[in-house]
């Protein structure tokens, strides 16, 4: 039977039972937290090497300003999380439980996990949670060089066969590392995806992130992301939504609306909506598109970017492709490269040294570009609201137009989504998720 958590005070005392079950049984408040501990507030559920594996269903109630100061490499509600593969029983459930005004601030010396909800994670499933109005900082100035940050909205970091359903992230995300020897993922709902492509696949579904993504970093290895700073071996990602505006003060860095970089990984029925402003490169739905290097290619289709690339080199749906698939995709915002004054030239991919661009489409109009370097047909924007102009498009089951999204194509509301992955069936309300929030998202426009 579940232990049953009324206040925050018992909240805390999960980490003396790593492995317990745990249910909320009311809304918490967590406004004392700021005052506990000499400042430093809650102390994360988990660590490295003791990490939480047991589960946690927060019933559909709410934190409340929970305040984090920590100076530990992994921060968050979770600190650190991982289960065991043997089994899907084994994996850690976290589920139903919205973070409201949750304040994260951390600053350590050594590499640093850092989400509002969870730090780092492994075989692990986080299904309908959601952070609102969070503010998450972290900082490794003081760290050796060569460390990495990693942070996120919701999560820093997951691996090894992660699930994430139904959850969301509306927050502030700020990437500190001043130095040029750091490597920083950040991301809006998730810092970095990595996994292993001998192992399952981590799977997003049915996610989103709203907010904002700054960076304060001179590291060449800086890579940000609307939902997600890198995406890599062998993920999946399916009908997710970004509006995360990102700033950034580098030139090294490379930047994605949706996606900083994707490696061997498939996204399918995804879009963005967020600018990008500052200086680096990147593109309205991804920076760069490539592989593993052991033979696992990238697939994005289905997709599409509204968002403006206003950066020192940017495109309107992807910087560069070195490797991989790009179908049935397409973008409407400013793509350019900053030779001043500036000239518009890039209008859905910018450089295409390997990969395959099918069917794809930009806006010559709203991009005020006529040309992309590296591929794709340029529309007006009467052409762009047209069904026709879409060569093998799937308008039955995929896509549809209509005055929704400005008139451009969105995706539609009657498609199969649980059929379409390959989820465990560990949670039964899995086949009852409600998916009309992203795809009523889709249908706003800019």
């Known amino acids: 039977m579940a232990i049953l958590i009324h206040n925050v005070a018992e909240l805390q005392a999960m980490n003396n039972d790593l492995f317990g079950e745990y249910e909320l049984a009311n809304d918490i408040d967590a406004t004392e937290t700021i005052t506990w501990n000499g400042g430093a507030g809650f102390i994360p559920i988990g660590k490295e090497f003791n990490n939480f594996m047991g589960k946690f269903n927060g019933k559909g109630h709410k934190i409340t300003n929970l305040y984090i100061n920590a100076t530990v490499p992994f921060v968050g509600l979770f600190g650190c999380v991982v289960g065991m593969l043997s089994g899907p029983l084994d994996r850690v459930i976290i589920r139903d439980v919205e973070l409201v005004n949750p304040t994260v601030i951390t ?18 499933w986080f299904i309908n949670c959601r952070v609102t109005n969070g503010t998450i900082q972290a900082d490794i100035t003081s760290a050796p060089a060569g460390k990495t940050l990693t942070i996120g909205g919701l999560i820093g970091s997951t691996s090894l066969a992660c699930k994430i359903v139904s959850c969301s992230a509306e927050a502030s995300v700020e990437a500190i590392a001043t130095g040029t020897n750091y490597n920083v993922y950040a991301g809006g709902l998730v810092g970095n995806v990595y996994d292993s492509s001998i192992l399952p696949e981590t799977c997003i579904m049915n996610c989103y992130s709203l907010g904002t993504i700054s960076s304060d970093s001179s590291s060449s290895g800086c890579i940000l992301g609307g939902l997600s700073g890198n995406i890599s071996g062998c993920s999946t990602v399916y009908l997710c939504y970004s509006k995360t505006d990102i700033v950034n003060t580098y030139t090294d860095t490379l930047c994605g609306g949706f996606v900083g970089r994707f490696i061997a990984s498939v996204a399918d029925r995804c879009f963005s909506t967020g600018k990008l402003t500052g200086l680096g490169g990147g593109g309205g739905f991804v920076g760069w598109v490539t592989d593993d290097g052991a033979g696992h290619l990238s697939t994005v ?27 049935n995709c397409y973008s409407t915002g400013i793509g350019r490269i900053n030779n001043p004054p500036f000239i518009y030239v890039t209008g859905f991919c910018f450089n295409n040294v390997g990969g395959t661009l099918t069917h ?34 799937d308008f039955i089951s995929i896509w549809e137009l209509g005055a929704e999204n400005d008139g451009y194509c969105y995706l539609r509301a009657d ?11 560990v949670v039964d309300e899995l086949n009852d998720l409600d998916y009309t929030k992203i795809l009523d998202l889709n249908k706003l426009g800019v």
């Open 360 to 393: 794809c489409y930009w806006d010559i109009i709203t991009s005020l570009c006529g040309m992309s370097i590296g591929g794709g047909t340029g529309l007006s924007t009467s052409l762009m609201k047209q069904q026709s102009s879409f060569t093998g498009w």
């Open 107 to 124: 600053a350590c010396n050594q590499t640093l996990y850092c989400g509002a909800l969870c730090g780092g994670s492994g075989y692990t």
């Open 301 to 327: 289709t289905n997709c599409f970017s509204r968002g403006d690339g206003l950066l020192e080199h940017s495109a309107g749906f992807v910087l560069m492709v070195t490797s991989g698939t790009i179908e």
């Open 415 to 425: 498609v199969d989504m649980v059929n379409e992955m390959t989820l465990d069936a």
